[in-house]
Structures are given as structure tokens and as C-alpha cells.
């Protein structure tokens, strides 16, 4: 999904996120702690009014199949001919689904100010270094993810309403969906609504170049910083940026 979309994905799905949120990132997952707010730091959010859909697949390993009122089920199929529903089979451990539907991303509106106001907290003695920030979310009306648990995945789903429409998606929902059969999935969230799927974070950073052979002794640049060195040794070599996940791990 990062690659993708150069968002981390939210986790669990349904998890709410908001800006200014604080956490921390570990094997690309954020755990929130608190907000800016809490921290004393007020921040104006730049709106997004353009809703876009979202949408990826596993390459190569996500097959999609619509079945109209009326056509014959694919065999072996729960699904009756007059029923409406989408079948997907993914083929491959860990293979996505994604779709989300009326997408907007609201961002905070000045990260130089924010970044600034960290470094001053960091300096202060008021900051742990290893904490991240949501500075932008992207927001969904409705969204669905599935997520396989081996080779061999698959689910039916059924649509109970909506069902005279020309073409289904799988993250509508005025279909409502229910589950006529599936098996071996991880994740499964059919057309829920309100969710923030993705986000990006951002946090301080270090400019600081170590040779190779500290990191194959386990230590990294950020390693050196402290407030005092942040202060003063260091002082031009900490800034505030975003962040991947290799940079928190």
C-alpha cells in the first residue's frame, strides 16, 4: 500500500486516526499516545473538498468476478442465478484487496511552523525523538479491504439491496453486502463506512552519516542525538520530515 499510494495503511482498518495524532511507528503500524492538543500545540488543517476513489490489487494474484441477477453462478459457487454478488480469490499469501470509495485528504496546513515547534519541545527536554505525527489522512465514505491468509482464499458476497444496478462495487454500501461464504482471509471489512484507511506521519530526522560498520553493530545516527547535542554539536543536523518505516525501526 505505501508503494502504492505513499501512505502507511491504518491497523487495524478501523481504527480512527485524526491530525495531529501521536505515536509511534513500528513495523509500519502507529500506536497513538496523544494529540498536539495535548502537548499544547494548535494547528490549522488544509481541507480537501475533491473526492476521489482509491483502489489496488495485488499484481497477479487477485482475481475479481461480478455475478448479475440472472446468469449462471460459477460452479461451485454459493451464490443462486438470481442472486447479485461479487466473488474475489486471491491467490497468494497475503495478497490485497483494496478499494475505498469518496476519498478526500486533509493535511495540516503548515508543517515548517509544526516541524519547528518539535524541535524547540525536543530541545527542551519535552519530546521523545522516536514519536510521529499524522499530518495527512486520507478519509473514506466507504471502504473495503481483504486481505489473504494463504494461497488458496476466497469469498462470496452477496448484495441485498441496489440490485438492479448496471455494474457492482465491492465497496458500495447501498449493496449491503453479506457474506455468503469464504475461507482462509486475514482481514475482511466489506463497504464500511467513515473509515481513515491511510495517513501519512512525519518527525524528526537526523542528517547525521555513520559508517556501515555501526550498523551492523545496531547503532544508528539518531543513536547520537540527544536534546543537549540537538542543541548545540548537532544543531544543524536534526530536522523535522517524513518518515518511512526503516527510519523507526
Known sequence: MKKKFGYYATWNPGVPLKLGDIGTLNNNVFTRLAGLSDRGIDFEVRTDDTKTP?????QGSVSVTTKLSGTVAPQGSSLANLDVGIIAELSKENSTLFKANNTTSPSIKDNIK????????????????????ITELVEAETVTVIISNNSNSKIELKANANIEAPTIDIADADFKFSTQFSKELETKIISAEELTPLFKVMGMKTRIFLPPIFKTQKVMAFDLVTPESAT???KDEIYFGYISGEERE
Open 54 to 58: 482509491l483502489e489496488h490489487s495485488s
Open 114 to 133: 509544526l516541524g519547528e515547534q518539535i524541535l524547540n519541545l525536543y530541545r527542551e527536554g519535552k519530546w521523545n525523538k522516536n514519536w510521529v505525527i
Open 232 to 234: 548545540n554539536k548537532y
